[in-house]
């Protein structure tokens, strides 16, 4: 059952956003660990930072003194090679919650870490599932 008009139909993720308590801690995370590119603010404001993936989605982290959202919530990003992902995480000491990687009913593996303000990024590989609408 189709909820709205195609003209209004949700079909891509533009960008998400994270609050974090230290921008440039976040952002050094984000790029020197994650690979993702800082890329021009399209509005003003000393208060966030927008980074964008290969894939042209954005992350915008927002700074915000009152820290990350509660209760947390996550974005999922995918790698083409998540085994050798885990390592290298792991080697760099980042908090990675899983003490494994998983595998969901369609096949598709995934783990959680935690970037430096405690938010939590999912990374995993490609659905199983592929698209369905």
């Not at 959202?69 to 083409?80: L, Q, Y």
Request: charged share 25%.
């Amino acid at each position: 059952m189709v909820l709205a008009d195609p003209s209004v139909r949700l079909t891509a993720v533009n960008h998400l956003t994270y609050n974090v308590i230290d921008k440039v801690r976040a952002t050094r995370f984000w790029v020197d660990v994650l690979g993702v590119k800082e890329i021009p603010k399209a509005v003003d404001g000393e208060h966030i930072i927008w980074l964008q993936l290969p894939s042209g989605t954005m992350v915008h982290l927002i700074e915000n003194a009152g820290g990350i959202s509660e209760p947390s919530h996550h974005g999922a990003f995918e790698v083409d090679d998540i085994d050798a992902a885990y390592e290298m995480l792991k080697e760099k000491g980042v908090k990675i919650e899983s003490p494994e990687i998983g595998v969901r009913n369609d096949g598709q593996r995934v783990f959680f870490i935690s970037d430096t303000e405690g938010n939590r990024i999912e990374i995993c590989t490609k659905s199983g599932f592929g698209v369905l609408v």
